[in-house]
């Protein structure tokens, strides 16, 4: 498995959630990990990303209560969120890129369902 996305569940309004992203080393190693997310009858839509020297960028909705960051020790990437609202609630996938190939890769993704 290449990326195994982990940490989704149901959280109530307000709550926090973290996600974890365990990559293989040759796509953790490559320039950007990203945490994406799709909505029913949405399309997929970026949350946010990380470069390998730790630059960060976020979608305007998640500023503020969203931080991702890395482990470089765990090969892993994290999505903390908080002060959820229901508009979160999505299929939350990890992408990053093979380093050598720039082939991308996604997670299995993980459910976050946020109640009213």
């Known amino acids: 498995v290449q990326l195994q996305a982990s940490g989704g569940g149901l959280v109530q309004a307000g709550g926090s959630l973290r996600l974890s992203c365990a990559a293989a080393r040759v796509i953790f190693s490559g320039n950007a990990m990203g945490w994406y997310r799709q909505a029913p009858g949405k399309q997929r839509e970026l949350v946010a990303t990380?470069?390998?020297?730790?630059?960060?960028n976020y979608a305007d909705s998640v500023k503020g209560r969203f931080t991702i960051s890395r482990d470089n020790a765990k090969n892993t990437v994290y999505l903390q969120m908080n002060s959820l609202k229901p508009e979160d609630t999505a299929v939350y996938y990890c992408?990053?890129?093979?380093?050598?190939?720039?082939?991308?890769?996604w997670g299995q993704g993980t459910q976050v369902t946020v109640s009213s």
């Open positions: 990380i470069t390998r020297s730790g630059n960060t």
């Open positions: 992408n990053g890129n093979d380093r050598f190939t720039n082939r991308a890769y």
